[in-house]
């Protein structure tokens, strides 16, 4: 009976299981036939000056018009895109598509780009980064290269050799939600980053009330240390900027500022001059 009971257990797991890999089919066999029919659009966040709310540059971020689903936002897909690779071809035609955008934009800004452990790994990543570039036109000192722990972890003299390709085209490499993955002091000494993106959930615990704000606080004082430039993510608040701000952070990104919107909303902020909404003189005499 017991046997009986197990087969029956299993039988559900496994209608779970097949359940489950015929949705990813499907989402693999959506991405793909997205791909073709361009329904990805580029989205960008401004990246500010934390002092001064002047935007410095724009993040890219993948978001899809799927014909049914509507919107669907990179956190639904980039994941699948990664297993089946599709992230290769869906990156590049990011980048691409960024790197032609920014010629509308102040000739000063920077753009930020994701770049997933898979594209990290894949072999012609410098050579079509080059084309892109010559393309494009845009200058490899403009480009930030987002990686995240875990793109970093791996392999270090496999990855220490890509970080240096990359280095030589003058291209700038941050950490993406630092503090998250592992490993991830070792990597600042061997490796030529230039910024740390402060994870948002350390961000999110700067709170009015009560304490909050000290993870924050450590990596803001380390890449001072080391001479990193730094990006807190996910400023929700008038009171996380300006705590950031007493910290010496020098940038900032999040819905404080604007949200993720696509090209046209950029082209009225920078038609408004380029500068986000902050409200100065909110009071400092409480900081812990
Ligand atoms: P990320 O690179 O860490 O991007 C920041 C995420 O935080 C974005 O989520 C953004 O919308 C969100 N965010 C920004 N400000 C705030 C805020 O104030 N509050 C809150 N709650 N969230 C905020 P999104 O757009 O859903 O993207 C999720 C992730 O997908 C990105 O995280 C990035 O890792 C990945 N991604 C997006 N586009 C691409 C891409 O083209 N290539 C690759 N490889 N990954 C991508
Ligand atoms: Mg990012
Ligand atoms: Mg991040
Ligand atoms: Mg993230």
Same mark, same amino acid.
């Given at each position: 009976?017991?046997?009986?009971?197990?087969?029956?257990?299993?039988?559900?797991?496994?209608?779970?299981?097949?359940?489950?890999?015929?949705?990813?089919?499907?989402?693999? =066999?959506?991405?793909?036939?997205?791909?073709?029919?361009?329904?990805?659009?580029?989205?960008?966040?401004?990246?500010?000056?934390?002092?001064?709310?002047?935007?410095?540059?724009?993040?890219?971020?993948?978001?899809?018009?799927?014909?049914?689903? =509507?919107?669907?936002?990179?956190?639904?897909?980039?994941?699948? @895109?990664?297993?089946? %690779?599709?992230?290769?071809?869906? =990156?590049?035609?990011?980048?691409?598509? @960024?790197?032609?955008?920014?010629?509308?934009?102040?000739?000063?800004?920077?753009?930020?780009?994701?770049?997933?452990?898979?594209?990290?790994?894949?072999?012609?990543?410098?050579?079509?980064?080059?084309?892109?570039?010559?393309?494009?036109?845009?200058? @490899?000192?403009?480009?930030?290269?987002?990686?995240? !722990?875990? +793109?970093?972890?791996?392999?270090?003299?496999?990855?220490?050799?890509?970080?240096?390709?990359?280095?030589?085209?003058?291209?700038?490499?941050?950490?993406?939600?630092?503090?998250?993955?592992?490993?991830?002091?070792?990597?600042?000494?061997?490796?030529? &980053?230039?910024?740390?993106?402060?994870?948002?959930?350390?961000?999110?615990? &700067? @709170?009015?009330?009560?304490?909050?704000?000290?993870?924050?606080?450590?990596?803001?004082?380390?890449?001072?240390?080391?001479?990193?430039?730094?990006? +807190? !993510?996910?400023?929700?608040?008038?009171?996380?900027?300006?705590?950031?701000?007493?910290? %010496?952070?020098?940038?900032?990104?999040?819905?404080?500022?604007?949200?993720?919107?696509?090209?046209?909303?950029?082209?009225?902020?920078?038609?408004?001059? =380029?500068?986000?909404?902050?409200?100065?003189?909110?009071? +400092?005499?409480?900081?812990?």
């Amino acid at each position: 009976r017991a046997k009986r009971e197990h087969r029956g257990g299993s039988y559900l797991f496994d209608l779970q299981l097949t359940q489950m890999a015929q949705k990813r089919l499907d989402l693999e =066999g959506d991405l793909r036939r997205g791909l073709q029919q361009h329904q990805f659009q580029v989205y960008y966040q401004p990246i500010v000056d934390i002092r001064t709310g002047q935007i410095v540059g724009v993040e890219a971020l993948t978001y899809w018009h799927h014909p049914q689903r =509507g919107l669907v936002g990179p956190g639904e897909f980039i994941a699948c @895109a990664e297993d089946t %690779g599709v992230i290769i071809p869906l =990156g590049l035609q990011t980048l691409e598509c @960024a790197c032609l955008q920014m010629q509308e934009w102040p000739s000063d800004w920077w753009l930020s780009v994701n770049l997933s452990p898979r594209q990290f790994a894949y072999p012609f990543l410098g050579r079509d980064i080059d084309l892109i570039l010559q393309r494009t036109g845009f200058p @490899a000192q403009r480009l930030h290269l987002e990686l995240t !722990e875990g +793109a970093l972890g791996e392999n270090v003299p496999v990855v220490a050799d890509t970080l240096r390709q990359l280095r030589g085209r003058q291209i700038c490499l941050c950490v993406d939600d630092f503090g998250t993955g592992y490993s991830c002091l070792r990597y600042l000494q061997e490796f030529p &980053i230039h910024n740390i993106k402060i994870d948002r959930s350390f961000v999110a615990s &700067i @709170a009015e009330a009560g304490s909050g704000g000290e993870i924050a606080k450590i990596i803001a004082h380390l890449g001072y240390s080391l001479n990193l430039t730094v990006t +807190a !993510e996910g400023i929700e608040t008038a009171y996380q900027q300006e705590f950031l701000r007493q910290l %010496g952070c020098p940038y900032g990104q999040g819905f404080y500022f604007a949200r993720p919107q696509p090209p046209s909303g950029i082209d009225r902020l920078v038609h408004a001059g =380029g500068c986000l909404p902050t409200k100065p003189g909110h009071s +400092a005499a409480t900081w812990p």
